[in-house]
């Protein structure tokens, strides 16, 4: 049960804006982001779309969202879809040799 506490108060507290030096702009706390990344939901998710993330990527200057093509929704990348590994493993290897 603590385990589902602790991502309650995850989820509730964890706000990027709050970050030293930022006095709760998300903007530009996401726009200060350098690093590469590619967001990855499932396209399935019902418990964070991928329409969830579009809002960060557009603040982020080096990302993208990819949507992981799955029926799978939040389990998508879980590693028991062999389809889903792929994709997953194919943006890493791309990310990382970026």
């Given at each position: ?10 989820w ?71 389809e ?15």
């Amino acid at each position: 049960a603590n385990d589902l506490l602790a991502m309650l108060w995850t989820w509730q507290n964890a706000d990027i804006g709050g970050t030293p030096g930022f006095d709760g702009d998300i903007d530009a706390a996401l726009g200060a982001i350098e690093a590469k990344a590619i967001v990855m939901p499932s396209q399935t998710d019902l418990y964070f779309p991928p329409e969830d993330n579009e809002y960060e990527v557009s603040h982020m200057p080096n990302a993208e969202l990819r949507p992981i093509p799955s029926i799978w929704g939040h389990f998508a990348g879980s590693g028991r879809n062999p389809e889903d590994v792929r994709f997953i493993d194919e943006a890493l290897r791309e990310l990382l040799a970026s």
